[in-house]
């Protein structure tokens, strides 16, 4: 089980990359939700969220159990977090597409959205740098990257509002 859990824990081995794992899991998950989302036209909304909620609480249970595999408190290789984080936003993406509140071209809410993202996750406004400062260890890992992608899905909103 430890394999598979570090497999989930480091997107199936991104995490392992030595120059921006984080921002390439980032990227690889912007891309395959948008070819899931707007090639391959699949469009569950429900399906997107539930698999988002069991993804988000098996890795609470994936990271602890392989954390201890790497040297420090937040290992750069762990990248399920931002999986997670970037995920968020592209899910409510889908939901704003679906009820017609997008009016500019889609990939230009993919590229906010990964940028936005990335902006809060390296930057770590409050309370993005509550969970990093204060929660070393599973749950501070998952958490920034949740908090990140919380401000992602309001800079999304608000752009769907602008435009």
């Given amino acids: 089980m430890k394999k598979?859990?570090?497999l989930i824990s480091t997107f199936f081995g991104y995490g392992y990359l030595t120059k921006m794992p984080g921002t390439v899991a980032s990227i690889v998950t912007t891309v395959f939700i948008y070819i899931a989302y707007e090639i391959l036209d699949y469009t569950s909304l429900?399906?997107?969220?539930?698999?988002?909620?069991?993804?988000?609480?098996?890795?609470?249970?994936a990271v602890k159990d392989t954390e201890s595999e790497f040297e420090n408190k937040d290992p750069r290789q762990i990248v399920i977090d931002e999986v997670l984080g970037?995920?968020?936003?592209?899910?409510?993406?889908?939901?704003?597409n679906q009820t017609n509140q997008i009016n500019i071209a889609i990939e230009f809410y993919y590229?906010?959205?990964l940028l936005s993202f990335r902006f809060f996750d390296i930057f770590?406004?409050?309370?993005?740098?509550?969970?990093?400062?204060?929660?070393?260890?599973?749950f501070g890992i998952i958490?920034?990257?949740?908090m990140a992608g919380l401000y992602s899905m309001i800079i999304i909103y608000l752009v769907s509002l602008v435009f």
């Fill in 143 to 146: 958490m920034d990257d949740i």
């Fill in 4 to 6: 598979i859990n570090v």
């Fill in 86 to 96: 970037q995920s968020m936003p592209l899910i409510l993406l889908l939901y704003l």
């Fill in 111 to 113: 590229i906010i959205s």
């Fill in 46 to 61: 429900k399906f997107s969220i539930v698999f988002f909620i069991i993804l988000f609480f098996y890795s609470f249970y």
């Fill in 124 to 138: 770590k406004p409050f309370p993005v740098s509550y969970f990093d400062k204060n929660h070393k260890n599973y």
